[in-house]
């Protein structure tokens, strides 16, 4: 099992751009939850995907918007990069029911210039 | 969304006990108690979580005040590997994860 995995690794945009990450999660995972974290932060939370719907969103601009693949893929798209939006991307699977674990990918680390 | 606090940081001593706390005071009936923790260059990884009564897995244990209003999670005998940041965190079923800024434990050899 690959566990959950993030791409590309690293990413350089400049201000203006528009960005999309890709996530694939842990194998009979249902749910993925997509995080920011800035450089000495905890992760804050964007939102979260199941059954191809957005379930939850945290306190993101509507620049931030996802996309969930019958296949329980994912994949966060922002729009009109900001320098502030320079972060690390963190995408995390997990099983709807339950108080079950969130299992973290690597992280796509993205930097706005 | 429920608050924990906890100490910035915490040192310790290779292959001695830690114990990092956590308070979270307005935690709800229905909140279980989450810790990750985060390796430097990782994605977040989790340790342990319990509702009410005491906790052990092969990572670590975890403590629940009677009143559910703090914990403590114990690193038995803690190695360098361990150090990292560790987040106390109050989760709902299918929920979101609220970070908060963690606990740095640094581990000399």
């Known amino acids: 099992d690959a566990g959950v995995t993030q791409s590309p690794t690293h990413l350089i945009k400049t201000r203006g751009q528009q960005v999309t990450l890709r996530c694939s999660p842990k194998?009979?995972?249902?749910?993925v939850s997509w995080y920011q974290q800035a450089l000495g932060q905890g992760p804050q939370f964007i939102f979260q995907y199941y059954e191809e719907e957005e379930r939850q969103r945290g306190n993101f601009p509507d620049r931030f918007s996802g996309h969930q693949f019958p296949n329980y893929s994912s994949e966060l798209n922002v729009n009109a990069l900001l320098l502030g939006d320079s972060a690390l991307y963190l995408c995390?699977?997990?099983?709807?029911?339950?108080?079950?674990?969130?299992?973290f990918g690597p992280g796509t680390r993205l930097t706005v210039l | 969304d429920a608050k924990t606090t906890q100490p910035n940081s915490m040192e310790s001593n290779e292959e001695e006990p830690v114990h990092l706390p956590c308070n979270h005071s307005t935690i709800s009936g229905t909140d279980y108690i989450h810790w990750y923790r985060q390796l430097p260059s990782q994605g977040p990884e989790y340790v342990i979580h319990g509702l009410t009564s005491n906790v052990n897995n092969r990572m670590a244990s975890l403590a629940i005040a009677e009143d559910r209003k703090s914990s403590t999670l114990i690193l038995h005998r803690a190695t360098l590997r361990d150090a990292a940041v560790y987040y106390c965190i109050l989760y709902n079923q299918g929920g979101k994860l609220i970070f908060g800024q963690g606990t740095e434990l640094s581990v000399k050899p």
């Open positions: 194998s009979g995972h249902d749910t």
């Open positions: 995390a699977s997990s099983l709807t029911s339950g108080y079950n674990e969130q299992f």
